[in-house]
């Protein structure tokens, strides 16, 4: 069984410009969240997708988006960037809402 | 709107003394709440759910309880030692998402 793998693990970009973050998830769940998470703080939660619908978000501008292919692995993109998008970006997949989340490593994503 | 804290921040102990961690949330509307563990620079690794209904889950040296009625829930580790070193995070699962507190930063010393 394949555990969330999450590319890339390191990203630079400037302001302004646009990034995609990948999310493959654990074999047999068909929910994936996304993360994101700041230096020393708790992961505040962007969004979730369930069978390729968003199912949930939260407070993230719609600069911020998703999706969500069939065989349930996920993207995040982000239009735009600002400096404050400097984060590690966490992606977690889980067999229902009220089920465990399991989570990847990570994307580390530093604006210049 | 649902508020997750963790007290302390930072926890500092001797190898082999028990220890606990505590959460605390605002809603108790809650379906779930969570324990991870965090290294730094990597993602979380769960640790122990405690479904709603529940008053506790163990595994191991790891013991978690949640009090929905006062909000709360605490981790015990018992026996610590330094490779139980990093940040343990509790999250809750309610009708809108799921939240995170700030994390305990634990340090077990040799």
């Known amino acids: 069984e394949t555990g969330v793998t999450q590319s890339p693990t390191h990203l630079i970009k400037t302001r302004g410009q646009q990034v995609t973050l990948r999310c493959s998830s654990q074999?047999?769940?068909?929910?994936v969240s996304w993360y994101q998470q700041a230096l020393g703080q708790g992961p505040q939660f962007i969004f979730q997708?369930?069978?390729?619908?968003?199912?949930g978000r939260g407070n993230f501008p719609p600069r911020f988006s998703g999706l969500q292919f069939p065989n349930y692995s996920s993207e995040l993109n982000v239009n735009a960037l600002e400096l404050d998008d400097s984060a590690l970006y966490l992606c977690?997949?889980?067999?229902?809402?009220?089920?465990?989340?399991?989570f990847g490593d990570g994307t580390r994503l530093s604006i210049l | 709107k649902q508020e997750v804290t963790q007290i302390p921040a930072a926890l500092s102990v001797p190898e082999g003394e028990n220890l606990v961690l505590n959460c605390s949330f605002t809603?108790?509307?809650?379906?779930?709440l969570q324990w991870f563990r965090q290294d730094p620079g990597k993602g979380l690794t769960s640790l122990l759910l405690?479904?709603?209904?529940?008053r506790e889950q163990t595994s191991g040296r790891l013991n978690a309880s949640l009090d929905k009625s006062s909000g709360r829930s605490t981790l015990y580790i018992a026996a610590s030692q330094p490779g139980d070193s990093a940040t343990y995070l509790c999250?809750?699962?309610?009708?809108?998402?799921?939240?995170f507190g700030a994390g305990t930063r634990l340090t077990v010393k040799p």
């Open positions: 977690a997949s889980s067999s229902g809402r009220a089920q465990p989340q399991h």
């Open positions: 074999s047999g769940h068909n929910t």
């Open positions: 997708y369930y069978r390729e619908e968003e199912n």
């Open positions: 809603d108790s509307a809650i379906y779930n």
């Open positions: 405690i479904q709603s209904s529940q």
């Open positions: 999250a809750v699962v309610d009708n809108n998402d799921m939240r």
